[in-house]
């Protein structure tokens, strides 16, 4: 039989200390603290690992997994995801679903959006957005969450003669979602028709259904242009309707183009915007959207993953 030394033991003792403070530690914060999975690995094992052992953290938000987004994975895949999911003691906060990241029928095609953009979900028309709506549901309630994010449909250069009939379907949408208790949210992308925080303030005034929230993303609205984004664009937002809340940063090249960058590094100061959404009681997801590429995709957000903790704790908000 093997036997460890008393120094492995003690040392791999303090370790599993050290990983107890550190979820306590993150347990503490106000706020959901997690991270988008696909973000680190497609290797769903290996990015729960990465989150829950070294990160630390409790939540997970979910898009695709083994290179599959969650619209097609299979019966097995979901089953073997729950158990990964179990085995770190990991929670879902939301399904990232691509619903209404399509063209608006009768709209010019929209210069924007690409097979990327979709992270791995098939290219489905308008006629399918039922679809992807009722699968993001089931998918909901699969793994123990009651929130959907959402999208406006790809960018339009005048969308204001379409205005009323999307709203209209995104209101419809939110009150189909309200029958199973789930909570669409809706992103500002910066590549859809709602993509900055004044945007996202007009687009909420002219949807009455409190069913459908904001997923706030200042990076996004940076990236559109709104470079005031926190905290011009964030004082226009309506506070009681932001329930979900993506992280990431963007910065200017010497050329003049928005890239992405760490979460430490750019437009958005995060410590700030932490405390603000402290300020208004808020209490839902965080989430690191890494974007940023400064390596591999998990080296890029294990740098930003740093950036975004110093954050949090510059807030005392972890």
């Keep these: 039989m093997t036997t ?57 938000e979910l898009r695709a997994i083994w290179d599959k987004n969650l619209q097609s994975v299979s019966d097995a895949q979901i089953a073997e995801a729950q158990k990964i999911l179990t085995k770190y003691n990991l929670r879902v906060t939301d399904i990232s679903s691509p619903l209404f990241k399509t063209d608006w029928p009768g709209a010019p095609h929209s ?38 994010r959402c999208f406006d449909f790809w960018r339009i250069d005048n969308v204001t003669p379409y205005r009323s009939a999307i709203n209209d379907t995104l209101q419809r949408a939110a009150e189909k979602a309200a029958k199973q208790n789930i909570l669409l949210v809706l992103e500002n992308e910066f590549e859809c028709n709602t993509a900055t925080g004044r945007e996202a303030a007009a687009t909420l005034a002219g949807i009455p259904s409190r069913n459908l929230a ?23 937002l309506p506070k009681d309707r932001i329930h979900h809340c993506h992280v990431k940063n963007a910065v200017k090249d010497s050329t003049g183009k928005v890239n992405w960058s760490p979460v430490d590094i750019g437009f958005i100061d995060w410590a700030a915007q932490f405390r603000a959404l402290k300020q208004i009681g808020y209490s839902e997801a965080v989430n690191l959207e890494t974007h940023w590429k400064g390596g591999t995709p998990e080296e890029s957000s294990r740098i930003s993953w740093a950036g975004m903790k110093k954050a949090l704790q510059q807030a005392n908000a972890l």
């Excluded at 120094?7 to 503490?28: N, P, W, Y």
């Excluded at 999975?37 to 990465?50: G, P, Q």
């Excluded at 097979?115 to 309630?141: C, M, P, T, Y």
């Design 4 to 60: 460890l030394s008393r120094r492995k033991f003690t040392t791999g003792a303090a370790a599993l200390a050290t990983l107890s403070s550190i979820r306590a530690f993150a347990s503490t914060s106000p706020f959901k603290v997690g991270v988008i999975t696909d973000e680190i690995s497609m290797d769903f094992d290996h990015a729960c690992y990465v989150i829950a052992k070294d990160f630390g953290l409790q939540w997970v």
């Design 214 to 236: 904001l997923n706030w993303d200042p990076g996004n609205a940076v990236m559109r242009g709104e470079l005031d984004a926190f905290p011009y664009g964030w004082y226009k």
């Design 111 to 148: 210069e924007y959006g690409s097979k990327e953009d979709l992270h791995g979900a098939d290219e489905l028309n308008f006629k399918h957005q039922d679809e992807v709506l009722d699968r993001s549901i089931s998918l909901a309630k699969q793994f123990n969450t009651n929130k959907v």
